[in-house]
């Protein structure tokens, strides 16, 4: 992966940008969301945020290197802290970290994004916790999905403010819309869940949640 060819996870994660967005892309490491953007003229601008030294100074050598600087601005922040009132931001990509991880950068600081941005999430797990931080501050899932690469399952979850929306546990749990869709990948992934939680009852003393989840996740499954 680089800032020309991006993993297939990116490249979904591209794909719900809207075209002509001003981008901040929180968590950016080498910068190759953004930059890869811009080099394809799909994007008007882009913030590239990071919160350590090495991944902000790779980020920055990828602008440089592009030739970008222009367009692409590199801030070293912690999470939202990135975005300046006037970079006038209308996405907001949160990509490779948990769930959890993912809503506490949203929670800490919700007023930069003044309600207006779009939200393209890829949470490494947690996805439950943060599809309930959603609901709880006003956003509407638009769209989600699941794809494997590299062995692992992975979620996008695309969302922006709108009329208030009641998701159930199990739609917070496998997602409103990918419970609807069941695509081959959703059901492929949930019954790798389903052996991985099976074998973890069968051979230790597990939380009443796991059972709760294999419950879940079986009566998903059904035919
Ligand atoms: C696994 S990398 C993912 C990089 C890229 N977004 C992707 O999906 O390929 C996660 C990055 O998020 C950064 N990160 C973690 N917490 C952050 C925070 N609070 N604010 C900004 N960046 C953060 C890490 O330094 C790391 O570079």
Redesign the pocket.
């Known amino acids: 992966m680089n800032e020309q060819t991006l ?1 297939m ?2 490249e979904r ?1 591209a794909a719900q940008v809207p075209a002509g967005a001003r981008l901040a ?6 910068g ?2 953004p930059v890869a953007l811009m080099r394809r003229g799909l994007i008007a601008a882009a913030v590239a ?4 030294l090495t ?1 902000f100074r790779a980020a920055e050598r990828t602008v440089r290197e592009e030739g970008l600087e222009q367009h692409i601005t590199v801030r070293l ?3 939202l802290a ?1 975005i300046e009132p006037s970079d006038g931001i209308t996405a907001v ?5 948990g769930g959890e ?1 993912i809503r506490d ?1 949203l929670e800490r600081d919700n007023m930069r994004l003044c309600g207006k941005a779009r939200l393209i999430l ?1 949470p ?1 797990g947690g996805e439950q916790p943060l599809r309930r931080w959603l609901m709880e501050n006003g956003y509407r899932i638009l769209h989600e999905e699941v794809l494997r690469e590299n062995r692992f399952d992975y979620e996008i979850i695309v969302a922006e403010r709108g009329e208030p929306v009641a998701y159930t546990d199990l739609e917070l749990y496998f997602g409103p819309l990918l419970m609807q869709a069941r695509s081959e990948a959703f059901l492929r992934k949930w019954q790798r869940r389903l052996r991985l939680k099976q074998r973890i009852l069968a051979h230790q003393a597990a939380p009443e949640e796991v059972a709760r989840h294999v419950r879940w996740i079986s009566e998903l499954l059904e035919p």
């Open positions: 993993s996870r990116l994660v892309d929180i968590g950016s490491d080498h190759y969301l945020g990071e919160v350590a991944p922040a912690n999470g990135a990509s949160l990509c490779g970290m991880t950068i890829q490494n």
